[in-house]
């Protein structure tokens, strides 16, 4: 991909946004654009950052940590969005200013431990199971609200909000069917955690349907960066 096939792809993107926050009446600049950026090569993010984007998510602990090397003369912020493993907590503390993909209370506390003191405190999104899919990561629904009960209690996290994805689902109508759903969600918690105000979700293919039901940062990776390799 060119330098300004990149360009151009974030300009789109952009628009897209933009175009979606005014038919719901929200403002743009409320809603962040996160280049997801895994198995994507060091350079692309340079191009990316070049066109204005300032924020990357990352599947994989040890893919990412090369990138940050590569790339530390750049001012960005590094979100993991990947499923977590007990034994990548202390990396992803040390090295990342936000965490999607928090589902389980071992996991945040692991996490706090390990968050060097001489950081802020990591801001954490955890991830809900929204379609009830076995294939994917995520607390259900009945299990939200202890787990956020717990999560806000560790010094050294900031719980900040959910995050999802949703089946895949062609349809508009049920994309902001379970979108809104997740949406419920965080005014429910938001009765007992009033600081809550972040949704993750979603993507390329639905990004319309989570800025209608209130997303304050959408990932995207094809739409920026192109097809993946298989």
């Not at 933009?18 to 090569?41: C, E, F, N």
């Not at 990138?67 to 493993?85: A, E, T, Y």
Request: charged letters at 25%; one cysteine or more.
């Amino acid at each position: 991909m060119t330098d300004n096939s990149t360009a151009e792809n974030i300009t789109k993107v952009r628009h897209r946004i933009r175009i979606a926050a005014q038919i719901i009446g929200r403002q743009a600049q409320d809603i962040t654009l996160l280049a997801v950026s895994k198995t994507r090569p060091a350079q692309a993010l340079r191009r990316a950052w070049e066109a204005g984007v300032e924020q990357f998510g990352e599947n994989y602990l040890r893919e990412a940590l090369d990138k940050m090397r590569l790339l530390q003369d750049l001012p960005l912020c590094w979100h993991f969005i990947g499923p977590v493993q007990s034994n990548k907590t202390r990396a992803i503390a040390e090295h990342f200013t936000w965490i999607h993909s928090v589902d389980r209370l071992k996991i945040a506390r692991r996490l706090s431990e390990q968050r060097p003191l001489t950081l802020p405190p990591l801001q954490v999104c955890l991830q809900v199971n929204i379609s009830a899919e076995a294939s994917k990561s995520g607390v259900s629904l009945e299990q939200l609200p202890e787990l956020a009960a717990a999560v806000s209690m560790l010094p050294n996290l900031n719980l900040r909000g959910l995050m999802a994805i949703p089946a895949a689902e062609p349809d508009r109508a049920r994309q902001r069917q379970a979108f809104a759903a997740i949406r419920l969600a965080l005014e429910q918690l938001q009765q007992r955690h009033p600081e809550l105000d972040t949704l993750s979700m979603g993507m390329s293919e639905d990004l319309e349907a989570a800025i209608a039901e209130g997303a304050t940062i959408v990932r995207i990776g094809t739409d920026i960066f192109g097809p993946r390799d298989r």
